[in-house]
């Protein structure tokens, strides 16, 4: 079966308070057919930064979990392939470059997954972790949809064969520690309302070892000590987040 019937490109971006973000990555979306913005009523100019761009459509939906809103995202897109990017997220010129031909020229692919180069402020941060990170991106919307069971960490379901592309996307996830354990915070509650929803109860060593096991091994075993201060911080403070969804969880089941 070919997929490539219809080549023009949706890119899709879903925000919330991204003011800081979102002029540099619209203003490098030249390429795109369509660009939506699918916004959880953000309170900062991220409406404003949006709808100063005549080529992006902006539209607002409240926020119930990331699957759900990238699945409403979806479905106001009018080409066949869809880009979703997060806001912190850039494609360099040889991305961009291989994404146009790759939609173009594929008869076999239904979904693309993309590697990423994760940053730390404006540093690379080569381990730790994240150095196996690859995440979908790029896909035939007819081919794919994200499900419903996970809150965050979102799940795309693919009907076909994946492919991976071999640039790699920049991911500026860390600008700052107060952000960054912001967010993970957020992703530390939504998880704990995913497992309470699955009826997984907070076990008292499971909460007591696996942050600690998080920890080391994301520093020891994927070599976070070679990411000197930036390694501690990131395995911290994502050992942190595991701490979280305990903590959360544990009180779900206390108001229950």
Not at 167 to 179: D, V
């Amino acid at each position: 079966m070919k997929y490539n019937h219809n080549t023009n490109i949706s890119v899709l971006i879903i925000t919330l308070n991204e003011e800081n973000q979102m002029k540099a990555l619209l203003a490098d979306l030249d390429f795109a057919d369509e660009i939506i913005v699918v916004d959880s009523f953000s309170t900062d100019n991220t409406e404003v930064i949006c709808k100063s761009f005549e080529n992006v459509k902006f539209i607002q939906n409240r926020f119930e979990n990331y699957s759900s809103q990238r699945n409403f995202a979806v479905s106001h897109a009018k080409n066949d392939w869809i880009l979703f990017l997060d806001a912190d997220e850039r494609l360099t010129p040889e991305l961009k470059n291989e994404i146009l031909i790759t939609v173009k020229s594929n008869e076999t692919y239904a979904a693309f997954l993309f590697r990423r180069t994760f940053m730390f402020e404006n540093k690379v941060l080569r381990f730790s972790g994240n150095q196996n990170d690859k995440i979908f991106r790029l896909f035939h919307k007819k081919l794919a949809e994200y499900t419903s069971d996970r809150l965050i960490h979102e799940k795309l379901k693919v009907d076909g064969k994946i492919g991976i592309l071999k640039n790699k996307l920049i991911h500026y996830s860390y600008t700052n520690y107060e952000s960054y354990k912001s967010k993970i915070i957020r992703y530390g509650k939504l998880k704990a309302q995913e497992k309470y929803i699955k009826k997984q109860k907070p076990y008292y060593l499971l909460h007591l070892f696996h942050p600690a096991y998080n920890y080391l091994y994301n520093y020891f075993v994927r070599f976070g000590f070679l990411d000197g201060k930036k390694g501690v911080i990131i395995c911290y403070l994502n050992a942190y987040c595991i701490h979280i969804r305990y903590q959360e969880l544990e009180q779900l089941w206390n108001k229950k």
